[in-house]
DNA sequence: ACTTACTGAATGAATGTTCAACAAATGATG
DNA sequence: CATCATTTGTTGAACATTCATTCAGTAAGT
């Protein structure tokens, strides 16, 4: 009605489904598509929601039309407004998490290089971009509040924060430091959410790259013996 | 006009300012009280129901039952709910900045003792507890897309953030470190914010004092010849 | 008597949810 | 293969609720 109607066979499903972001407004509103990718195209268009009018101002109707869908699409997929935001939270929660053991795991065996890998994984375009710690953040301030957003919240959760200090006892060991590993793990866990929350902010004097380059100068200056001090970075 | 709000010293303001959670619900609601008092009470009962339900969940019936007052009352002495939000948060950012412009005001002359006492004044109660901790969170999950709150949201601004860099640049001279001031100040301030942000989402596993503690840690590892590492104590 | 602070019911707008009707895919039947 | 039946996905209007705002009225202070 609003736009013109064409015909969507399996092969636009499939389309779909390999390009659920797109903003395609011809062909969305068709017909059918599978379950998964109209569920997986509402919870984008969530994030997306979240990041331009933040928590509070995020309604059923801006979603459904930012996917290109009616009015009561969203309760049909998800039970209800409560239920699609947890969806997507725990959308964004699963992605962040693979993303990471990824990272862990690409990098090897030895302790620094992990802990490296971690860290520049946090940094990743993928991860750390405006539409997607806006939404973070979205979820973030009503966390406390909310019992079922807290668990989820916390993308670096008890897990994580383990091996954190799991490598920062290696490298303690083997780096002669004289730190607690917990005390530091947490000192660096903690300034990579901060360094999160000034990019989202959006204050101008921080970018994914200077949050990356005082990222590594921390790690030059606690464990100088596995990163070395120099120039790692340009202008 | 909204500074002069929070900078008003009547015997009656002061009393209300030391109790303003208080549940009277004797003589609160009787008649009169100076214009000054009721927006200080209104602004305090905002911050509880912000703590206590959230950014989306905070509604003016909210905030006037918390007063004790009636249900026009806000929108008597602002204009709107979006004014209220606004001079809450004004009145927070108050409050941090002449906390730590205090701080650093009695910490003498010595860049490291006023490095020092800048992270200490972050973890202070009067500042950081649950209640404001948890307020502020609610502010920064809209900021983003509110210009309004943007400006007054990142309670470290620009002013804070150079005194930082200023005070790094002193450190690295006096003590021959290689860093670059500017990051250096950027890890250091990350740090702080993310350490609040631990301490409101409520992970058991971070307290005041362990905040604290790997704040200290860091000026230890990062500038060893001022912060001698050693027991890290508390004020 | 006059001003100022305050009340609380009325109002209207915004929004989440429901649902009856409809359309597309799929299956069944001859 | 054509036709009908059933299931499944989708729509949009109607509904109910919540909530900010308004305002006429009231009482306290001066």
Known sequence: MLETVTRMKTANAREALLEPAR??????????????????????????????????????????????????????????????????????????SAHWRNALQRAGDEPANQLHALVCADFD????????????????????????????????????????????????????????PQVMALALSAMLEGLWLRLMMGTEDTTRETALQAANEFLSVAFPKHYPLKAAVKP
């Open 23 to 96: 903003k395609a407004d011809s062909e969305k509103r068709g017909r059918k598509a599978s379950k998964e990718v109209r569920q997986l195209q509402l919870i984008e268009a969530t994030i997306d929601s979240l990041a331009r009018r933040g928590y509070s101002e995020t309604t059923m109707a801006d979603v459904a039309d930012g996917a290109g869908l009616s009015r009561g699409i969203v309760n049909f997929h998800f039970e209800s407004k409560e239920k699609l935001l947890v969806a997507t939270l725990q959308h964004m929660y699963d992605e962040y």
């Open 125 to 180: 375009r993928s991860i750390c971009n405006k539409r997607k710690l806006a939404a973070w953040c979205a979820f973030w301030g009503e966390a406390k509040s909310r019992p079922t957003y807290q668990a989820l919240s916390s993308a670096r959760d008890a897990v994580y924060q383990t091996i954190f200090i799991d490598l920062c006892a290696s490298l303690k060991q083997s780096g002669g430091y004289a730190y607690e």
